[in-house]
């Protein structure tokens, strides 16, 4: 779909004029003039990155990791899921029920369906107060004090994407498979549905995609001091 009809209105005006005029799925949107720096939307520093590929994510886990002597590097599918969860065995960390998102994330909600008539259907009802990104921990935590693990921006994990993988696998610390072609991210973004939104749902690009709904989470590990 649409690269160049990827927001079309001025960024400065986006988030409070919606547009007259049906916007694509961002999905599938990837124009070059849209980065990391420019999404299409207004941002600050505050929110989100976007826009970042799994290798960009890579590089940036490395530059942080020489710069400060200790390592970062993105969660493998496991630990991800296992920081959403937080003890939780629901659907969301706030329950089961989809309305319980409006308190603890930014989704496909009223207010950015109204910048995206045709896709009225599919969003959450009520308002999260944020058509694009929410400035990261605008929402209440889980029970692991982990801010927006669900919605804002989808997260890049470490791991191939293998459907059969888990039948298989270790039952504690999985790793993911050893190859593969896709990479796994995890927990929606502000323009991903409530059935999308869970802490159980996977999805994958290669590790060369950007676009405009996924960004990073990168975990520091513990220095034995720390544990
Ligand atoms: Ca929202
Ligand atoms: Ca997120």
């Known amino acids: 779909m649409c690269p160049n009809r990827w927001p079309t209105a001025p960024a400065a005006t986006a988030t409070t004029r919606p547009t007259t005029r049906p916007r694509r799925n961002a999905a599938t949107c990837s124009n070059p003039k849209y980065s990391w720096r420019n999404p299409g939307f207004a941002q600050d520093d505050a929110h989100p ?4 590929t799994w290798n960009d994510a890579v590089a940036m886990s490395r530059w942080l990791s020489q ?16 920081a959403c969860r937080a003890g939780s065995t629901s659907r969301y960390y706030s329950g089961n029920p989809p309305e319980s998102l409006l308190q603890i994330a930014n989704t496909f909600d009223a207010d950015a369906a109204r910048h995206w008539p045709a896709l009225r259907a599919q969003a959450q009802p009520g308002s999260d107060g944020h058509a ?10 889980n029970a692991f004090g982990l ?5 804002n921006a ?3 994990t470490a791991d191939w994407h293998d459907d059969a993988y888990y039948a298989a ?4 610390d999985p790793p993911g498979p050893a190859d593969g072609t896709v990479r796994v991210r995890r927990g929606g973004s502000w323009h991903t549905w409530a059935l999308y939104s869970r802490c159980s749902y996977r999805n994958w690009n290669s590790p060369q995609t950007r676009y405009t709904l996924v960004g990073m989470r990168l975990l ?4 034995s001091a720390d544990r």
């Open 154 to 156: 989808w997260e890049w």
């Open 132 to 141: 694009f990104t929410a400035p990261v921990g605008s929402f209440r935590p």
């Open 220 to 223: 520091l590990e513990a220095d």
């Open 49 to 52: 990155v976007l826009n970042v």
């Open 147 to 151: 801010h927006d693990m669900l919605g």
């Open 169 to 172: 696998s270790p039952a504690v």
């Open 67 to 82: 710069k400060e002597g200790r390592r970062y590097r993105l969660p493998s599918e496991a630990e991800w899921e296992y």
